[in-house]
Every structure is written in structure tokens, then in C-alpha cells.
């Protein structure tokens, strides 16, 4: 992690608090949906399954109903947050999700504790940590995947040196305002990381609010 990088929660995303220890993030109502259609091509009819950086845990009760057959690992870095994935993962009633785990994904060494995963999922990081991190986290998922296991990165990207939107520069901005190691990679450097870690790009999948999906495989 780079020193003296500031809590950004704050600004990355928003965490409201709820009832008991659920947090609630409006962006994850928002795109849940278009994510699972976007995956659907891509996910086995069974396996494991791994998400990095759960966040407020809404996500995972989504994905563990709309894939009945694969086991999710939730995880996170932030206490408040595997609270709020334990709460949300209990609520849904699913027998799919297993308990939250902590895991920091930009140290070297995690592969060996979650090896054997069919899918990774991440969602809405890369922006907020630095390229030596990002790259660290992708030799690693490379590593944890299964033979065919699949990689898919959601969240905002550079296309080259252009940003999709006055929206996206502005905040790019804001975050290298508080360290600036972090904010928005492009699409081709990601693919790059990927391919140097030994994966096949498959596919970008564009997505609402100029997100996209960055589709790798294990070969």
C-alpha cells in the first residue's frame, strides 16, 4: 500500500449505514443487475467463486442467486464492511456464500490461501490503489485461478490516454489530489498486467455510467 494514503472511502464510494451492521452503497443497486447479464456468458455451471473488495457485501447475495451452483468467498480489508457482508449474505437466506474473509489482495502471498478459484470478481478498486499494487493484485488472482478460471474486473478505465468523460477526469483528479500513486488505469495497461500474468484477455464489455468489464482467462 502507498504510504501515507489517506482513507478515501469517503470519496471512492458511498457507505450508508443501516439497520444492524449493513451498509448501503446506491451505485451497487444501480449496476448489480447489467453486471450479472454482462457475466453470464462467462461464469461456469459450478465452482468457486472468489470476490475481492466486497464492499458493503451487496453484491454477493445478487451473485450467489443468480449462480445457485458456484460457492462465493466474499472478503474485504475494512472490519465495518465484513460486518456489513456478513449481515447481507445472512439476510438472503443463501447456502452459497461463505463467511466474509479478510483479505488484502495488493500483498504479495495471498494466492496460496484462496487457490483453486473457477472465477475472481472485483469490483470498483483499481482506480483507488497504485499500478505496483494493481499489478501485484493481478499476479496473484492469476495464480489463485483454476485451469479455465476467469478474471473480470469491473469498474472505470482510461481508453488509452482518453477518459470517457468530464466526469471521470474530475475525479481521476480528485483522487491523485489526496495520493498520487492511485487513480484511473487504461483498459490496454490492465490487459497488458493481465497478459504478463499469464492470462488470456477474452473480452471488454461496455457498461453503464462508462464503466466496463475487462474479461481474462487462465490458460
Do not use: C
Amino acid at each position: 500500500m502507498p504510504p501515507n494514503r489517506p482513507n478515501l472511502s469517503k470519496i471512492a464510494s458511498t457507505a450508508i449505514p443501516q439497520d444492524g451492521h449493513k451498509l448501503h452503497a446506491p451505485s451497487a443497486l444501480r449496476n448489480r443487475d447489467a453486471i450479472i447479464r454482462a457475466i453470464r456468458p462467462f461464469m461456469p455451471a459450478t465452482g468457486n467463486a472468489l470476490e475481492i473488495a466486497s464492499g458493503t457485501g451487496e453484491h454477493v447475495p445478487h451473485y450467489g442467486a443468480a449462480f445457485p451452483n458456484i460457492l462465493w468467498q466474499p472478503t474485504d480489508i475494512e472490519s465495518d464492511r465484513l460486518k456489513s457482508i456478513t449481515a447481507r449474505a445472512a439476510e438472503s437466506g443463501l447456502g452459497n456464500i461463505l463467511p466474509a474473509r479478510f483479505l488484502d489482495a495488493t500483498q504479495a502471498g495471498w494466492a496460496s490461501a484462496h487457490s483453486g478459484q473457477d472465477v475472481i470478481i472485483l469490483s470498483n478498486l483499481l482506480h483507488l490503489i497504485s499500478k505496483a499494487e494493481t499489478q501485484t493484485l493481478i499476479a496473484q488472482a492469476a495464480l489463485a485461478l483454476s485451469g479455465n478460471g476467469v478474471f473480470l474486473i469491473y469498474g472505470p478505465f482510461m481508453r488509452g490516454k482518453n477518459f470517457a468523460s468530464a466526469g471521470d477526469q474530475d475525479f481521476h483528479k480528485a483522487l491523485q489530489s489526496k495520493h498520487p500513486e492511485i487513480g484511473y488505469k487504461s483498459l490496454q495497461s490492465i490487459q497488458m498486467m493481465q497478459t504478463n500474468a499469464g492470462l488470456e484477455v477474452l473480452d471488454v464489455i461496455e457498461m453503464p455510467s462508462n464503466n466496463l468489464i475487462l474479461v481474462a482467462r487462465n490458460k
